[in-house]
């Protein structure tokens, strides 16, 4: 990789929030302000029915999995209260509990472990997604899944560094891409692939490595 440094350096090494309130005729470049033009040697054309995904960070499906397990015990301990003895203070806790109560241990252990069970299925849902024509970007926004997808035809230019990518578009918005397990790989992938259809890569320097 060959990289051409800019002539005033800047402090911050990580990825700018998206640029706002700034005159278009003549707005600055992220690269011109933030980091450096890297111009890569490695160039790759994905085939057309290549597809690489990428999940969210094993820190945050941590959370769901949590979730699920409180779920699992409830829903073992329901059941074994009413499949155990009469006599034991776990069936006279839920089972006959249950007369006395609005809404059983049964319907409620079974809402539980529903809800349980589809957070961890949405949080795996969420990532990015990348092809030989688009990339997409799987989010969780107030419990509800949303998908952008930007084909390569709409992005002038790829910012990335090893924890973050952010895309230029067009018409000079910004996206910040969702935070993925690999995100070096998706990073160097992104890089790659801009590179071969002729698109601008910048790369910026870690803060994690100062």
């Known amino acids: ?66 979730f699920l397990v409180f779920a699992a015990v409830i829903a073992l301990t329901v059941l074994a209260a009413y499949n155990g003895s009469s006599n034991s203070r776990l069936y006279i806790w839920v089972v006959e509990g249950d007369r006395s109560r609005v809404f059983g241990s049964g319907p409620l252990a079974f809402i539980i472990a529903f809800a349980a069970l589809g957070n961890v299925i949405k949080t795996a849902l969420r990532g ?36 973050d990518v952010m895309l230029e578009l067009w018409d000079g918005s910004y996206e910040r891409l969702p935070k993925v397990r690999d995100a070096k790989k998706l990073a160097d992938l992104l890089a790659g692939i ?12 870690d803060a994690t490595k100062h």
């Open 194 to 205: 801009a590179t071969a259809r002729g698109r601008s890569v910048t790369r910026l320097p």
């Open 1 to 66: 990789m060959v990289v051409s440094q800019p002539q005033t350096p800047s402090p911050s090494p990580k990825l700018p929030d998206v640029v706002a309130d700034v005159d278009e005729g003549d707005r600055p470049s992220i690269t011109d302000v933030n980091g450096t033009v890297a111009k890569f040697e490695m160039a790759y054309n994905p085939q057309r029915t290549d597809r690489f995904a990428f999940g969210v960070p094993l820190l945050m499906r941590i959370p769901g999995y949590a």
């Open 128 to 163: 990015v997604i990348v092809t030989r024509d688009a990339i997409e970007a799987r989010f969780l926004i107030a419990g509800f899944p949303k998908v952008k997808r930007w084909t390569w035809a709409q992005i002038d230019r790829v910012v990335v560094d090893d924890q």
